[in-house]
């Protein structure tokens, strides 16, 4: 499973008002859930980044 697979069965897990929560900071730009979805579907190098950080804090989910 990729990143950005676990990134997306992490996000529809998540509960509404937590996404409105920031997710990671990123070159000092926080992101918030939803802005960084919209990055991981458009394949941006900083949703790489992102993914890579919130992958070394165990936030992405590895199973259904």
Known sequence: MTLRDRFRLTYVNLPLP?????????????????????????GTEISKKALKILDE????KTEK
Do not use: Y
Request: hydrophobic residues 50%; without cysteine; aromatic residues 4%.
């Open 57 to 60: 804090l165990n936030l992405l």
């Open 18 to 42: 937590e996404r409105d929560k920031v997710a990671v900071v990123v070159d000092d730009n926080e992101m918030n859930w939803h802005v960084l979805r919209i990055e991981v579907e458009n």
